[in-house]
């Protein structure tokens, strides 16, 4: 209780910098596709709504939960997309979703097996709307905050509808990017066949206002609001504090003595069966990977102060960034610019799943609820 006490202290400034900005992430593009999704709401059959599968409950999409009594209800299939990037034991959020009524599914944009179940649930669901009739066309609206994989969603699942309908021609694209607000504007891709379902593509659309203070630290670490509105010092202080507290630091120390034989051992994949040169500066190299993973192992294990203490988890941090300059062979010539290449190269391998699997938002009365 005390380490996650003085852990709120990072998250509180980190989210007083978030508010500091007062919405600046909301401007015309996004007002423009607020009022085009509200538009087509009450046109198609169903709408498909894709979260973070680490931040499950912070990444709702608000529009759809602040619509007036006086607005259609809408057919709603919840996927919880980069389920790879999620803690594996926190599998509850889908049960805990369906028992209130949402049909869910947690999706890896990535892979084929899983964009396939995705897309069964899809056709089940406009089959179900469609009472049964398969010879008829449905429609789709894929919404969401910026960032959480949409388009890399409707790009997987085009491709494997097409193959599937054998249809010939040129492959349209949704625009991916690892930076939030790439997509502009609403576009139609074909899904699938018998029956005709298309998908409806829009950009990302992330309140001005959150519903509490926990949101806006959150959504930066996962990235859903640009770096470059924030300070990536502050961001990856954040981050830190949330590896130290948990347990996945102190397990790599068994697996760099013990030669990798760790349950995270997967998280740093085997690039090629071939020797490949080693360059220092890439950071997301294996042999960089462990050696941050490494120190942070090391400066935990070493560390004598006490984590529930705010100031000693601060001091711990900065111990860390000192580390870390090392790990990632960073030599620039302030302390500052030095601080800012660890957080960006950190950052950069938490959202790709490289430090470990993290699920931020918990569902801490399911487990009573069932039993009960």
């Given at each position: ?24 992430w909301y ?9 085009a ?46 389920a ?83 249809e ?8 991916v ?6 997509t ?57 504090t ?36 080693q ?15 490494q ?44 601080n ?33």
């Amino acid at each position: 209780m005390a380490r996650a006490a003085a852990a709120e202290a990072f998250s509180r400034r980190l989210g007083a910098a978030v508010r500091g900005l007062s919405g600046a992430w909301y401007n015309r593009h996004m007002a423009a596709a607020d009022r085009a999704i509200r538009a087509r709401l009450p046109l198609v059959d169903l709408v498909l709504e894709v979260r973070d599968a680490r931040v499950p409950a912070t990444s709702a999409f608000e529009l759809l939960h602040r619509r007036s009594p006086e607005e259609p209800d809408v057919r709603l299939l919840v996927a919880l997309n980069k389920a790879d990037l999620a803690d594996k034991s926190e599998t509850e959020w889908v049960a805990f979703m369906k028992q209130r009524g949402c049909s869910c599914i947690a999706v890896n944009s990535h892979s084929r097996g899983s964009i396939n179940e995705l897309l069964n649930a899809v056709r089940g669901r406009i089959r179900e709307i469609k009472l049964g009739v398969s010879d008829c066309t449905g429609t789709v609206l894929l919404v969401g905050i910026p960032n959480v994989g949409k388009s890399a969603i409707i790009n997987a699942m085009h491709q494997i509808g097409r193959i599937g309908a054998a249809e010939k021609g040129k492959l349209k694209h949704a625009t991916v990017s690892s930076h939030p607000g790439e997509t502009r504007d609403i576009s139609g891709y074909k899904v699938a066949s018998h029956p005709n379902i298309y998908v409806l593509d829009t950009p990302g659309v992330l309140s001005p206002i959150f519903a509490n203070d926990e949101s806006g630290p959150r959504l930066v670490l996962t990235g859903a609001i640009k770096d470059s509105l924030v300070e990536e010092y502050e961001i990856a202080q954040f981050l830190l504090t949330v590896l130290n507290l948990r347990t996945e630091c102190r397990e790599w120390e068994n697996l760099n003595l013990d030669g990798d034989k760790s349950s995270f051992a997967d998280a740093i994949p085997t690039r090629s069966c071939h020797t490949k040169r080693q360059y220092s500066s890439d950071h997301t190299q294996d042999f960089i990977v462990r050696a941050v993973r490494q120190a942070l192992s090391e400066t935990i294990a070493s560390f004598q102060g006490d984590l529930g203490n705010e100031n000693d988890l601060r001091r711990l941090v900065e111990i860390q960034f000192t580390h870390l300059q090392n790990a990632f062979r960073i030599s620039a010539e302030t302390i500052e610019d030095r601080n800012k290449c660890v957080a960006v190269k950190l950052l950069n391998l938490y959202r790709t799943g490289r430090l470990g699997h993290y699920t931020l938002d918990h569902v801490p009365d399911f487990r009573q609820e069932v039993a009960a």
